[in-house]
């Protein structure tokens, strides 16, 4: 499964739009790109996942370009309850396995 | 319909004790995961079932066993605890099948080794 790399940490404010990039050099044809939040003390959930081009559902966009080796999570408006850690994988197969980085730690302030 | 749950939520463990955790998923799902998280980083993969009646070694293993009970539970056996596993433990569930598929995790079970 293909390495991602995104920035440690962001911060933001309270009704702004957040794009967090990410990179993945080395994705594989058939690697979907997915990312998780994750809130202290609780599990990671899903929030939005695609193969290439643009994606959007109820929480998120996903923009992937077209060589994709890189993706970009876009939060429209964020609240300070979408003050969590974001976590950006590729991969594929069977079993759904995923590795996941560090994170990025996105911080929104009033 | 609860999810994935886990037990217990907290445990401390003394070096050389062993225990299980318990996970139970009530979705229907076939592939079944656990990870363990360490502070400032991400999920890492320790064991995983694709399917009732098989499991397979994630990306750190050593030091534990799994087994695979039934379609809905999972658990996660540390037969002598040592300090480093001191971590948080997450159980996770998915469809299986072509593709990535969304992973349902549980709350997690906070342990202490000393």
């Known amino acids: 499964l293909a390495k991602t790399t995104q920035p440690i940490s962001m911060d933001s404010y309270e009704g702004q739009e957040v794009n967090i990039t990410c990179s993945h050099n080395n994705i594989a044809t058939n690697d979907y790109i997915t990312w998780y939040q994750q809130f202290p003390s609780q599990g990671p959930r899903f929030i939005i996942q695609g193969y290439k081009t643009k994606v959007t559902n109820e929480v998120a966009s996903l923009f992937i370009p077209a060589d994709r080796k890189s993706s970009t999570l876009s939060l429209p408006r964020v609240s300070l309850s979408d003050t969590a850690v974001y976590y950006c994988?590729?991969?594929?197969?069977?079993?759904?396995?995923?590795?996941f980085g560090q994170g990025t730690t996105l911080q929104v302030k009033p | 319909n609860a999810g994935v749950t886990q037990t217990p939520k907290f445990q401390v463990l003394k070096t050389g004790q062993s225990m299980t955790l318990q996970c139970a998923q009530d979705?229907?799902?076939?592939?079944m995961y656990w990870y363990r998280q360490d502070p400032g980083m991400g999920l890492r993969l320790i064991y995983y079932s694709a399917s009732e009646g098989t499991t397979d070694k994630g990306e750190v293993p050593n030091g534990y066993n799994v087994s695979r009970l039934n379609k809905r539970e999972f658990s996660l056996r540390l037969e002598s605890a040592a300090p480093s596993q001191t971590s948080v433990y997450f159980c996770a569930s998915s469809e299986q099948g072509q593709g990535v598929y969304e992973q349902y995790f549980g709350p997690g079970t906070r342990l202490t080794v000393t």
């Open positions: 994988l590729s991969g594929s197969g069977n079993t759904g396995k995923l590795i």
């Open positions: 979705m229907n799902h076939n592939s």
